[in-house]
């Protein structure tokens, strides 16, 4: 067992919780049931899932809560006192120091209180609930012509409560400050239960200002330790913020010079307050901004040029960003971000191959003022003997777009295989601008001693980069953290500068704030802590009494850590590697030593960062977005896996209920194969896990029912008659449901009596294809095939008129299947079976370069993904590279001026179209195709329906115990975005999506393939 008793995790303060009895745990888990009206979870699971942060570290809770309301908190807050309870505050779970997880109970403030209180817009300034998410905040405010500033990497996910326990900064803090500097007020719990109004220390009264006198005081008699010892930069966030009496920050806390005591909480890590609401000075929202991009040929030349790039565009000057050589090649290397980052390349240096870029933005009303100053970056940077260099972006949409990117920079450098990862101890040491070349020289050696080097990205404006030493910590990573530590904080003292620049303390920087101000500093923010919290309730052993940073019973990996030996279903080999952290060489598949052959390893490329914590953007993840738990997350679906892989949640492994529970709203939409920067797989993960667990439990007639369709519907279909009174007669569905599991609420896709596989397409021979000049093979699937046959007598229609000799694949004694139906239901050797007979057959046809296109996203792109990992060799590969999607191929054929007859034969758009994506067809990047198909039609208009997941996802929304979520998933805007067209075809290539669209809107949806055949003249 890995994972030592639940209660004896912690160290510091948080041991005196192994020694209590379960009655208190109990008393806590009745009380707030009773008194609360808010989620109390306290199952090994739950407690494990809140476990972790983005950081390094794993501290198991007591419970955790989830409340509604404040009322929720004040009496969760009052039997925390009364039995001595600890309380950790969170939010969105992405802190990299660790200070979101700890013993005691947990209080997840993201899920209920978010709301926006009061909106002044001539003030510019809102009050809102701590749990509320930047982006969510924005999107609000963007009517109105404003925002708030403080634009943190993890935007979407990051809380404002969360942010001001950070005090978190952001990439344009060359502009608008940190957050201590845009926050105006605060109300918060002290540990008394005395809620406190945190404002202006010249308008406070009672508590408040005897609060503020104290720390006066305090200021006053440690100023000359404090003009000593506080580092004089932008980026400091170490410690408690005792300078609001006496500023020590290049930039005042306050425009006019007022002292504020709110900004005694920022940056506070949950340890003096519980935070109700916060006050927020906003700006006006910028109306343009132009970005120079500056290659650099070695990443010296792109620190020791910051100092000079600050110097020019004056206030219009809002962000100076480094992505390294690293970063470039991992971003290159990731479908989603690579056509955008090769657009920041300059083909003058390095031949497009830079060290390192800086990401230079000009903001402003309008964008001509801007111009000069993309000028002037030019020109400077040809001063400085880099002619060529400057990629300018102008318009919106390519800023955005590599913007994007950025953002995603730590979570791309997470994606490195192999146990060793790029870890944050040091990360944001920040130091003046002047300094920033020769300290990351000297920190560069530092790595090399110890055998490592650094990954760099972020906040060159301000002289914070984010540097990661990539250590294995489950060797001798502790030892090489600590040493690095200690030569890492000379070099910042050397340079005058903050070990603490933007990510906090937490479990992981908080024994060095002693370090950075000294012993009677230190003892002032004890005393603080003190006044503020004398019970020692909030976040105990943090920033006063910490733990070491490398004490290892703390780690998420300790050296202790072990995996569960498995026999996996998939090949997961490819995760089953090491690399050299200098070289980044990896080691060749399966050489990793990962007991369970690969996944374990795959599972731990989750570093926690809630990536997939989004509601705007991309599709994952679906089922989150209608719960908003943390169980229904990517992030908590793959904490949820490596906690039982590595035996923390028992010996059952993969075969626990509670995993089970953890799965089961996982709709396979591989939302997460594409959007997550690590490159977490979630749904090949659940094919994994359902396979072990379903042959341990065993499999359901509704299991059966839906694995061997493909085997069954030749007879079914000669029932269709028969079969189809189901969906007429009520009484039946309900009887069925019963019976099968399938809800009576929906109906079932109707048989057909006549369909393509008893009437055959016309077509060529597998001879005659082989000698065609423009051959193609038709591949018809089970749900086009017997469900949807016009769907593939169109496609045929198409490509004939376009000129292809078509062969429809097929086998008179086996019907042919892509296996997709028996791996969604965990039958992985069956399904290995299906996809080695079709890749027999379509192996000759593949060898001669013939294309083999499909129509049904889910099973042509299994082709393309889960077919490489069921060990058929490289016929599968071979197959692969040249299964495409029918209107994939025909763009490609279009681009290469291959359909112009096939155009002329279109006739006019009869209506507009509005077109929803398959998810398999977003996580492939696959829609656009869909769109240019489209445009052939003449006189044609196609808007796409920005969605997640439809809420079918094959057989997942016909389950009568997922119905619900099925339909809170399609009404967050497909279902919506169709009743506002009404007049518009709806275009949707997926079988699942086009019965979801049908049951929702009660709109037919057509397959692309169906528009372009109702074109044709």
């Given at each position: ?164 326990g950070n005090n978190s900064c952001g990439s344009r803090s060359i502009a608008y400050g940190n957050m201590v500097h845009n926050v105006l007020g605060a109300e918060a719990w002290l540990s008394d239960g005395a809620l406190l109004s945190l404002g202006r220390f010249d ?183 880099l002619p060529g260099s400057v990629v300018e972006m102008v318009d919106d949409s390519p800023q955005k777009n590599l913007w994007e990117v950025r953002k995603a920079g730590l979570n791309i450098m997470m994606s490195l295989r192999g146990d060793g990862k790029p870890v ?594």
């Amino acid at each position: 067992m890995n994972a030592p008793h639940p209660y004896t995790s912690q160290v510091g303060d948080f041991d005196s919780l192994a020694r209590r009895s379960t009655e208190p745990l109990a008393q806590l888990t009745q009380r707030l049931q009773r008194h609360t009206q808010g989620e109390v979870l306290v199952s090994l699971a739950d407690r494990g899932r809140y476990a972790t942060d983005a950081s390094i570290y794993q501290s198991l809770p007591l419970a955790v809560l989830v409340p509604r309301s404040d009322d929720d908190v004040v009496s969760a807050l009052g039997i925390c006192r009364e039995l001595n309870v600890p309380i950790v505050p969170r939010g969105g779970g992405t802190s990299q120091c660790g200070q979101t997880v700890g013993a005691g109970l947990v209080i997840d403030f993201s899920k209920y209180l978010r709301r926006v209180i009061d909106l002044n817009v001539e003030q510019r300034t809102v009050t809102v609930e701590p749990g509320l998410v930047l982006d969510h905040l924005n999107a609000q405010l963007k009517a109105h012509g404003l925002w708030y500033p403080v634009d943190v990497s993890t935007s979407g996910q990051a809380t404002l409560g969360g942010m001001a326990g950070n005090n978190s900064c952001g990439s344009r803090s060359i502009a608008y400050g940190n957050m201590v500097h845009n926050v105006l007020g605060a109300e918060a719990w002290l540990s008394d239960g005395a809620l406190l109004s945190l404002g202006r220390f010249d308008q406070s009264q009672g508590a408040e200002r005897q609060l503020g006198e104290r720390v006066q005081q305090l200021a006053t008699q440690l100023r000359p330790e404090i003009e000593a010892h506080w580092p004089k930069v932008l980026r400091r966030v170490a410690g408690y913020n005792l300078d609001i009496f006496c500023n020590q920050n290049v930039r005042p806390y306050t425009a006019d010079g007022s002292v504020n005591l709110a900004h005694l909480l920022i940056g506070s890590e949950g340890t003096l307050a519980l935070t109700r609401s916060l006050t927020l000075q906003l700006s006006p929202l910028p109306r343009a901004k132009v970005l120079g991009v500056v290659n650099f040929p070695d990443f010296h030349s792109a620190m020791d040029a910051t100092q000079h790039i600050v110097r020019i565009g004056g206030s219009h000057l809002s962000a100076v960003e480094l992505v390294d050589r690293t970063m470039i090649d991992l971003s290159l290397q990731n479908p989603a971000f690579a056509p955008t980052i090769r657009t920041a390349l300059s083909p003058h240096i390095n031949h497009g191959q830079p060290a390192a870029i800086l990401l230079v933005e000009f903001s402003g009303e309008s964008k001509d003022p801007l111009l000069p100053h993309l000028r002037d970056l030019v020109t400077l940077m040809g001063d400085l003997g880099l002619p060529g260099s400057v990629v300018e972006m102008v318009d919106d949409s390519p800023q955005k777009n590599l913007w994007e990117v950025r953002k995603a920079g730590l979570n791309i450098m997470m994606s490195l295989r192999g146990d060793g990862k790029p870890v944050s101890f040091i990360e944001d040491c920040a130091v003046p601008l002047e300094h920033l070349a020769d300290y990351t020289d000297a920190l560069t050696e530092v790595f090399a001693r110890h055998g490592t080097k650094g990954t760099w990205y972020a906040h060159a404006s301000v002289g914070t980069l984010h540097v990661r030493p990539i250590l294995d910590m489950r060797r001798d990573g502790a030892v090489k953290m600590r040493a690095i530590a200690n030569e890492a904080s000379e070099l910042v003292r050397q340079f005058k500068g903050a070990y603490s620049g933007e990510h906090g303390d937490g479990l992981c920087r908080g024994e060095w704030i002693r370090w950075q101000f000294g012993d009677k500093i230190h003892e002032a923010f004890g005393q603080i802590k003190q006044w503020m919290d004398p019970i020692g309730l909030y976040s105990p052993s943090r920033m006063i009494d910490p733990p070491k940073m490398d004490d290892e019973r703390l780690f998420r990996f300790p050296s202790t850590y072990r995996v569960i030996p498995i026999e996996t279903a998939l090949d997961w080999s490819a995760w089953n590697v090491t690399a050299d952290p200098v070289t980044e060489t990896v080691s060749a598949p399966g050489t990793g030593g990962d007991p369970a052959q690969g996944f374990a390893k795959a599972v731990e490329m989750c570093n926690n960062n809630g990536h997939c914590r989004k509601f705007d953007a991309g599709t994952m993840c679906p089922s989150y977005r209608v719960t908003r738990d943390e169980q229904h997350l990517t992030r908590g679906r793959a904490n949820t896996l490596r906690l039982a892989l590595s035996g923390q949640l028992g010996t059952q492994a993969l075969t626990d209920p509670a995993l089970w529970d953890t799965m089961d709203l996982c709709v396979s939409c591989k939302g997460c194969k594409r959007e997550c920067p690590t490159g977490v797989d979630m749904a090949k993960m659940k094919i994994e896990f359902t396979h072990h667990y379903k042959q341990h439990h065993g499999y359901t007639l509704k299991d059966h029912l839906i694995a061997h369709l493909p085997r069954y519907a030749g007879l079914a279909s000669k029932l269709a008659p028969l079969l189809n009174l189901r969906n007429r007669w009520p009484w039946l569905a309900r009887l069925t449901e019963r019976v099968t599991g399938l809800s009576a609420q929906r109906a079932l896709p109707a048989w057909q009596s006549t369909h393509t596989f008893n009437t055959p397409l016309p077509g060529v021979d597998i001879a005659s294809v082989m000698r065609a000049e423009r051959g193609v093979v038709l591949f018809v699937d089970t749900f086009n095939g017997y469900f949807e046959s016009d769907n593939a007598r169109a496609a045929y229609r198409v490509l004939e008129a376009a000129g292809y000799s078509v062969h429809v694949a097929h086998r008179p004694d086996q019907h042919l299947c892509c296996g997709r139906t028996y791996l969604a239901s965990g039958m992985v050797d069956q399904a290995r079976e299906q996809v080695r007979q079709l890749v027999d057959y379509l192996l000759p046809l593949a060898q001669q370069g013939i294309p083999i296109v499909g129509l049904e996203p889910s099973c042509l792109l299994t082709l393309r993904d889960e077919a490489l990992q069921l060990g058929l060799g490289e016929a599968a590969h071979t197959v692969a590279k040249q299964a495409w999607l029918w209107e994939e191929f025909l763009d490609r054929e279009h681009q290469a001026g291959r359909l112009e007859s096939l155009r002329t034969q279109f006739t006019p758009a009869q209506a507009p179209f509005l077109l929803h994506g398959h998810c398999h067809q977003k996580a492939f990047d696959l829609v656009s195709p869909i769109q240019r198909v489209l445009a052939l039609i003449p006189q044609s208009s196609t808007t796409l329906i920005e969605t997640s997941c439809c809420g079918m996802a094959g057989s997942f929304g016909y389950d009568a115990q997922h119905q619900d979520v099925s339909m809170a998933m399609a009404n967050l805007s497909l279902l919506p975005t169709i009743e506002k067209h009404p007049h518009a075809w709806v275009v949707a290539d997926g079988t699942s999506c086009r019965h979801q669209i049908d049951h929702g809107s009660k709109r037919q949806a057509l397959h692309v393939a169906q528009v372009l055949a109702r074109h044709l003249g």
